[in-house]
Nanobody, 117 residues
């Protein structure tokens, strides 16, 4: 059963932009904080950005000032706007929904982002 569905990945030149989307069910979206993680070849999965139901955000230092996470409650969707992309941003990006209160943790299937000239 697929709980989260990502889209928006692709190939982009350095300095370019992409917007990733993650669609969730109403119940998952309303009960969980949402986030984006990424995993590059040969590296561990790392946190990129998170956002709570109240809109509080947190970013990895490597993406601050370049990436913006947001959520749309009407669409049960979380977004990751990625600007000024660098080759180092190349990775598979995963959507996550997590709640310590409800003890839930969901992951999307991932979407590939490649930054190259």
């Amino acid at each position: 059963q697929v709980q989260l569905v990502e889209s928006g990945g692709g190939l982009v030149q350095p300095g370019g932009s992409l917007r990733l989307s993650c669609a969730a069910s109403r119940s998952i979206f309303s009960r969980n904080a949402m986030g984006w993680y990424r995993q590059a070849p040969g590296k561990q999965r790392e946190l990129v950005a998170t956002i709570t139901s109240g809109g509080r955000t947190n970013y990895a230092d490597s993406v601050k000032g370049r990436f913006t996470i947001s959520r749309d409650s009407a669409k049960n969707t979380v977004y990751l706007q990625m600007n000024s992309l660098k080759p180092e941003d190349t990775a598979v990006y995963y959507c996550n929904a997590n709640s310590a209160v409800f003890r839930t943790d969901y992951w999307g299937q991932g979407t590939q982002v490649t930054v190259s000239s």
